[in-house]
Nanobody, 123 residues
Framework: QVQLVESGGGLVQAGGSLRLSCAASGRTLSLLRMGWFRQAPGKEREFVAAINWAGGSTYYADSVKGRFTISRDTAKNTVILQMNSLKAEDTAVYYC????????????????WGQGTQVTVSS
């Protein structure tokens, strides 16, 4: 079992910044990749960013490139999503997840998910 706990969400004005953290515990030795997804009301869950645990390669959705940065702390089994220049359309529940196989950008490649943290950007 792997437990993922997100923190750092909240309310921010457009143009502001937030930093999300996700701490992994349990059977984390087999970490391949960690990713962030988000889901806005009435919309499907979508990929935001991912990072390979060993080499640190990163992946971003086009909508967040240049504004969001994903990083990891392998000693603490923590993944960080730094979100800058936030827009109203970034409002969503953000989930971190453990990637186990397949593509970094597809949710079906992730097997454990956190409970989510709300990000609200006011315009």
């Amino acid at each position: 079992q792997v437990q993922l706990v997100e923190s750092g969400g909240g309310l921010v004005q457009a143009g502001g910044s937030l930093r999300l953290s996700c701490a992994a515990s349990g059977r984390t030795l087999s970490l391949l990749r960690m990713g962030w997804f988000r889901q806005a009301p009435g919309k499907e869950r979508e990929f935001v960013a991912a990072i390979n645990w060993a080499g640190g390669s990163t992946y971003y959705a086009d909508s967040v490139k240049g504004r969001f940065t994903i990083s990891r702390d392998t000693a603490k089994n923590t993944v960080i999503l730094q979100m800058n220049s936030l827009k109203a359309e970034d409002t969503a529940v953000y989930y971190c997840a453990r990637g186990r196989w397949g593509s970094a950008v597809e949710a079906r490649g992730y097997d454990y998910w956190g409970q989510g943290t709300q990000v609200t950007v006011s315009s």
